[in-house]
């Protein structure tokens, strides 16, 4: 996904996107387009955006380093057995979406996940 424009999952933050760039005067809309805008579905969302998709095969850019090394770098400490059916036990995934570069300014979303309630 990286790279894509893809805004199903960061739906909710569309208002405070549309405030901000307003503000830096990056967009400037009418009441009645924003409110178009804010009204769209996730889906209608994801179908406006499909002919601005790239659907050429290309290799994704990566802000995380795989292996080893970082998991000698964080401290992990398991205090209690690892059971994935009680709720607390979380799987995080951090995603930077930086576009075609990884230069520069780029938004990052967290998302942690208790693996038993979901």
Request: aromatic letters at 4%.
């Amino acid at each position: 996904m990286g790279g894509r424009l893809y805004l199903k999952r960061p739906h909710p933050l569309l208002p405070e996107w549309i405030r901000k760039l307003e503000e830096c005067g990056e967009i400037s809309l009418s009441r009645e387009q924003k409110a178009q805008i804010l009204s769209m579905s996730r889906a209608t969302i994801d179908q406006r955006l499909r002919p601005a998709r790239i659907t050429e095969k290309r290799r994704e850019l990566s802000t995380t380093k795989p292996g080893t090394l970082l998991k000698r770098q964080i401290p992990v400490r398991i205090y209690t057995p690892w059971d994935e059916q009680q709720p607390n036990f979380l799987e995080i995934d951090l995603v930077a979406h930086c576009g075609e570069t990884t230069t520069g300014n780029c938004l990052n979303t967290l998302t942690a996940t208790d693996l038993a309630t979901g």
